[in-house]
Structures are given as C-alpha cells and as structure tokens.
C-alpha cells in the first residue's frame, strides 16, 4: 500500500491564483481530513469527510472547498490564494470501523507558499 | 471547549538518560489520546495511543505514555534517548461525545526535543 499520498511536495502562488491540492488513499478508508500546520500552533483541522459525497467543515474553513467525489480522493482548492495560506498542508485517513478510536494515518505534506 | 497542552516548547536530553514529554488535556467526555512524531520535513507518524484499559501504553520505538485521569495527562516517556529520537512531538486528542466534531483530533503546539550525544 502506497497509504496517503500527496501532491504537489511544494508550491509557490501569488497571490488571487487557483490551486487544487491532491490527495488519495488505497487503504479504503471512509474518513478523510485536511489540516494546516503553522509554526508554534499545532496543527488545525480545515475539512473533513466521513464517506463519499459528504464533507464538512473544520476550524479553519475560509479560503477552501472540498469535495469527495471517490472513496480514494479528497482534493483541497484554494479558491483564490491569500498570503495567510502560506503553509504546510496535511491530508490524513482513518479506517471505518471505528472513527473515533482508529488511528489517523497522515501524509507527507504540501508546502505552500503564497506571495 | 476541547484543548491540549504541550507545556515545553522544547526539551533537551542527553542520549542515554530517560526522557519526558508532557502532555496535558481537556475535553468533554471520555478522551482518546495519541502522540504523533513529526520528523524533519516529513508528515506525522503515529506513535501510540489510549483508547482504555491499562494506564500504561506502550507504543513504536521503545515510546510509552501513562494516561492520568484525576491529572488530565498523558506524558510521553522514553527510559533511554536516542540522538535519533530527536523530532517535532505532537500531542493529540479525540472527544468521545457525540457534540464534537466526528472523528476531528484536536493538537497540542508541539515540543521540539533534541538528544545530544
């Protein structure tokens, strides 16, 4: 199993500019979720998704859509990018047998900056 | 509101000596906790977790954590550091009750330890 990955590693926009961040999963988990990890700050839940075609927000929503179209793919897009984006992005999976109690297995990031 | 504490920035040991990363916490319900590593420009890997049962969990890399209710803690320990141990440490924590978000790990800020030889 490859488990979570992502794409790009990195990323450099301007600001107002469009982007989709990808991510996949081939351990059929049912949950997925977004983070952004910023310096001294933890990291901090965006989106999330129990299933195909159903996401919800996180803490930090403003600026992203998600949608959840397979079971293997949940994309993030930056609407129109804002120097207050300029982070590094986490997608993580969790099986469905248990939510709460199964781990959440994480990816290796997307670093982004926005000028 | 739910939150987690990671009291240190960072800490510092040297290789060879127990190590201690602290871990407090609050939340509604019954807590299920984790720690994380996070390696140099790298995603975070699971290290262990409580979920019930024995206060004492031991978890990868000769890691343990001792969950203390009456405390609201969950320590990372180590009996013997190793200069690789040195990461990014995250403390995290999942709400039981159905009000929370589902499934949604709510993090600590992180303590950066560094073993020295």
């Known amino acids: 199993n490859a488990g979570v990955t992502q794409t790009p590693k990195f990323q450099v926009l301007k600001t107002g500019q469009s982007m989709t961040l990808q991510c996949a999963q081939d351990m059929n988990h049912e949950y997925m979720s977004w983070y952004r990890q910023d310096p001294g700050m933890g990291l901090r839940l965006i989106h999330y998704?129990?299933?195909?075609?159903?996401?919800d927000q996180g803490e930090v929503p403003n600026g992203y859509n998600v949608s959840r179209s397979t079971t293997e793919d949940f994309p993030l897009r930056l609407l129109s990018a804002a120097p207050s984006q300029t982070s590094v992005y986490f997608c993580?999976?969790?099986?469905?047998?248990?939510?709460?109690?199964?781990?959440?297995?994480f990816g290796p990031g997307t670093r982004l900056t926005v000028l | 509101a739910q939150s987690v504490a990671q009291p240190e920035d960072q800490v510092n040991v040297a290789e060879g000596n127990p190590l201690t990363v602290k871990c407090t916490y609050s939340?509604?319900?019954?807590?299920?906790l984790f720690w994380y590593v996070q390696y140099p420009n790298r995603g975070l890997q699971f290290l262990l977790k409580?979920?019930?049962?024995?206060?004492l969990v031991k978890g990868s890399y000769g890691f343990e954590a001792e969950f203390n209710k009456s405390q609201t803690s969950f320590h990372l320990k180590k009996p013997s550091a190793l200069v690789s141990d040195s990461a990014l440490y995250f403390c995290a924590v999942r709400p039981s009750d159905r009000g929370s978000t589902l499934g949604r790990l709510y993090f600590g800020r992180g303590t950066q330890l560094t073993v020295w030889p």
């Open positions: 409580y979920i019930t049962g024995d206060n």
């Open positions: 998704s129990v299933g195909a075609g159903i996401t």
């Open positions: 993580a999976s969790s099986s469905p047998s248990g939510i709460l109690t199964d781990t959440q297995y």
């Open positions: 939340v509604s319900g019954n807590p299920y």
